[in-house]
Every structure is written in structure tokens, then in C-alpha cells.
């Protein structure tokens, strides 16, 4: 079997995780996580303070501002914040990657 | 509905700051030490992986699963990114989404995002990197036997930023080890067969479509057209 090629193989990388992030995650369980549950249990939650940058940040808690519905608003904060992911993670990777000589030309 | 922003990352509160302070070292010492190794070893074929495996971290971040008692988890990725990237790269990649998430959408807390960084990132990249290494060196060369050694690295990942999570909280002073490990110890268990079972399918779709990007071991000996080794993997 042929190796798929490395465009192809980032396309439909980058299209599952866009995809899931998208459609699935307004539907994801919203029952406490594992370190919440424990913090109810153990009667320790209450030491948690909302980050600094809670009233900053662009995206609070996964749900994009000015989107009523919350599934929605969950889904565009998904949709958004993949692609920026990839943007970030494929350009900080070319600035710290292995460098032969070959300039800084894009891949894929 | 006042909901607390948890979602398995330590809110600011949940340490002290001697400890957050200590954690922020450690973060920083292996960033730095993760940014010297891609230098040398981080190939230009590789550039994109990096991106599609940021963008899925993040993704499968978002996706809680339920676990037992009205509890869920998410999926980590730090043990998917040290099989994919090698463990020192994989500190980058999971460092740089713990931050988007602290920064851009107040998931986590800031004073202590250095620990963050290393119980859900670094530790369990590290560790799954070198215990996979480790296994395949005396594991037999077939794909059941790397897949099964995947499954056991990413619960493993889980496991110890749980322990390591706890310890941190009891040194905090915030809730007595005794306490806090069990509970966390319990829950995470379950967490990390999630982990398990998306690591797994993950790498099983990279092993099908370019076995050569998958970092650590030697997949394409035993990827799909290789010669087969022990019936499996073989067409």
C-alpha cells in the first residue's frame, strides 16, 4: 500500500479534528470532570478562583461571545479555535524545526 | 449558572505559589530543552503533523466523555503526541495548547499553568516516550504488540499527571494526600481508557496512511505492506 500524501494526510487530519471539535463537542457530556469531581467530593472546590484572564480572554469557557444558543456558541468556539490551533502549532513548528540549509520554504 | 472552569485543568487557588512557582521552572527547563531537541531532530516533513496534531489535542480536549457516578474526562493527547512527535517535541505541542486554552479561553488557571503544562503535557509525554520505547525494545515486532504497548503508555500518561496532580494539591496544603489520591487515583483510571481507546485509534489511522511520520519504534516494518512479521498488519 502507497503512503498517502503528506497534503492529503494533513487535509483530512486537520478536517477530523475541525469536525469533531465543530459537531461533537456541543453534544460532549457537562458532567464534572475527573479533578472537578474530586474538588465536589473532597470539599475543596471552593479554593478555585476564575483565572485573571477570565474577563480578557476571547473564547471564555469554550463559548463564543455574542451566540445565544450554547451549543452553537460551543461549536464556533471549536470550529475556531482547531484552525487556530493548526495555524499555531504548523507555524511554530516551522520557526523551531531542523533547519539544512533550505530557507524557510513552506511544506506540504 | 456559575459553572467552575475546571475541565481536568487546575484552576488558580488549587496551589500554593511556592509550588506553582516550582512547577513554572520545571515547565520552562523542559520547553527548553524540547525546543533544542526539535532543532536538531524536528525534519521539515514533519511540520504539518505538528499542526494537525495541535489542532486534534485541542480538539479531543473539548470532547468529555461520561465515566462512572455523573463524572466525565477528556482526552489528554500527550501520550499520542510523544509516539507521533518523540516525547521532547511532544512537551512542545501539548505546552502550546494548555496555553491557547489558559489564554484564550480561560480554561485553567494562570499561576498555575506551569503545572498544567507539566501534569497534562510533559509528564505523561515523557513517560509514555520512554516506556514505549523501552517496551518495544524487548516487545516482539508485530503491530498488536505496538498498538496494545500504545494503549498501555496513554493510560500510563493519564495515571501520572493524576498522581502528580494530587501530590501537588496535598503539598498545597489544599486537601490531605490521603484524600485526594484515592479519589483521583479512582477517577483517572477510568479517564485513561478513554485515553487508551482514542490513542489507539489515532495512531492505528496514522500507521494505515503514513507509518512514516509515527516517531518512536519502528512502525513501517510492520505497517500495512510491509512484509508480515507475525500475521498481522499484513495487507
Given at each position: 500500500?502507497?503512503?498517502?500524501?503528506?497534503?492529503?494526510?494533513?487535509?483530512?487530519?486537520?478536517?477530523?479534528?475541525?469536525?469533531?471539535?465543530?459537531?461533537?463537542?456541543?453534544?460532549?457530556?457537562?458532567?464534572?470532570?475527573?479533578?472537578?469531581?474530586?474538588?465536589?467530593?473532597?470539599?475543596?472546590?471552593?479554593?478555585?478562583?476564575?483565572?485573571?484572564?477570565?474577563?480578557?480572554?476571547?473564547?471564555?469557557?469554550?463559548?463564543?461571545?455574542?451566540?445565544?444558543?450554547?451549543?452553537?456558541?460551543?461549536?464556533?468556539?471549536?470550529?475556531?479555535?482547531?484552525?487556530?490551533?493548526?495555524?499555531?502549532?504548523?507555524?511554530?513548528?516551522?520557526?523551531?524545526?531542523?533547519?539544512?540549509?533550505?530557507?524557510?520554504?513552506?511544506?506540504? | 449558572?456559575?459553572?467552575?472552569?475546571?475541565?481536568?485543568?487546575?484552576?488558580?487557588?488549587f496551589l500554593s505559589n511556592g509550588v506553582s512557582a516550582v512547577l513554572w521552572v520545571v515547565a520552562i527547563v523542559i520547553i527548553a530543552y524540547g525546543l533544542r531537541v526539535a532543532n536538531v531532530s524536528l525534519t521539515e516533513d514533519r511540520v504539518p503533523l505538528l499542526g494537525v496534531l495541535a489542532a486534534f489535542i485541542f480538539a479531543g480536549q473539548m470532547l468529555n466523555f461520561p465515566v462512572?457516578?455523573?463524572?466525565?474526562?477528556?482526552?489528554?493527547?500527550?501520550?499520542?503526541?510523544?509516539?507521533?512527535?518523540?516525547?521532547?517535541?511532544?512537551?512542545?505541542?501539548?505546552?502550546?495548547?494548555?496555553?491557547?486554552?489558559?489564554?484564550?479561553?480561560?480554561?485553567?488557571?494562570?499561576?498555575?499553568?506551569?503545572?498544567?503544562?507539566?501534569?497534562?503535557?510533559?509528564?505523561?509525554?515523557?513517560?509514555?516516550?520512554?516506556?514505549?520505547?523501552?517496551?518495544?525494545?524487548?516487545?516482539?515486532?508485530?503491530?498488536?504488540?505496538?498498538?496494545?504497548?500504545?494503549?498501555?503508555?496513554?493510560?500510563?500518561?493519564?495515571?501520572?499527571?493524576?498522581?502528580?496532580?494530587?501530590?501537588?494539591?496535598?503539598?498545597?496544603?489544599?486537601?490531605?494526600?490521603?484524600?485526594?489520591?484515592?479519589?483521583?487515583?479512582?477517577?483517572?483510571?477510568?479517564?485513561?481508557?478513554?485515553?487508551?481507546?482514542?490513542?489507539?485509534?489515532?495512531?492505528?489511522?496514522?500507521?494505515?496512511?503514513?507509518?512514516?511520520?509515527?516517531?518512536?519504534?519502528?512502525?513501517?516494518?510492520?505497517?500495512?505492506?510491509?512484509?508480515?512479521?507475525?500475521?498481522?498488519?499484513?495487507?
Open positions: 500500500m502507497s503512503r498517502v500524501p503528506l497534503k492529503l494526510f494533513t487535509i483530512v487530519g486537520l478536517a477530523v479534528a475541525v469536525g469533531l471539535a465543530t459537531a461533537v463537542s456541543p453534544f460532549a457530556a457537562s458532567t464534572p470532570d475527573g479533578l472537578e469531581r474530586v474538588a465536589e467530593d473532597k470539599a475543596f472546590v471552593e479554593a478555585a478562583k476564575d483565572t485573571p484572564l477570565h474577563e480578557s480572554s476571547p473564547i471564555p469557557d469554550y463559548a463564543f461571545p455574542g451566540i445565544d444558543d450554547e451549543r452553537v456558541a460551543t461549536g464556533v468556539a471549536g470550529f475556531v479555535g482547531t484552525l487556530f490551533m493548526f495555524g499555531l502549532g504548523y507555524g511554530l513548528a516551522l520557526l523551531i524545526r531542523r533547519r539544512d540549509g533550505g530557507g524557510g520554504a513552506t511544506t506540504a | 449558572m456559575y459553572s467552575l472552569p475546571i475541565a481536568l485543568h487546575i484552576p488558580d487557588g462512572a457516578g455523573g463524572t466525565s474526562g477528556h482526552f489528554l493527547g500527550a501520550a499520542l503526541a510523544a509516539v507521533l512527535l518523540g516525547p521532547w517535541i511532544a512537551c512542545i505541542v501539548t505546552a502550546v495548547v494548555i496555553a491557547v486554552q489558559a489564554i484564550a479561553f480561560a480554561d485553567g488557571g494562570i499561576t498555575v499553568l506551569g503545572a498544567n503544562i507539566v501534569n497534562m503535557g510533559a509528564l505523561g509525554a515523557l513517560l509514555a516516550g520512554f516506556l514505549m520505547v523501552a517496551a518495544l525494545r524487548v516487545l516482539p515486532k508485530t503491530r498488536g504488540a505496538f498498538l496494545g504497548t500504545v494503549a498501555v503508555v496513554a493510560w500510563t500518561a493519564v495515571m501520572v499527571g493524576a498522581i502528580a496532580t494530587a501530590l501537588q494539591l496535598a503539598i498545597s496544603g489544599t486537601v490531605p494526600l490521603g484524600t485526594v489520591l484515592p479519589a483521583m487515583v479512582g477517577v483517572h483510571a477510568l479517564i485513561g481508557i478513554g485515553e487508551a481507546v482514542i490513542t489507539v485509534a489515532a495512531v492505528s489511522a496514522v500507521l494505515a496512511s503514513r507509518p512514516d511520520l509515527i516517531a518512536i519504534g519502528d512502525p513501517e516494518r510492520y505497517a500495512a505492506g510491509a512484509p508480515a512479521l507475525a500475521g498481522e498488519g499484513a495487507r
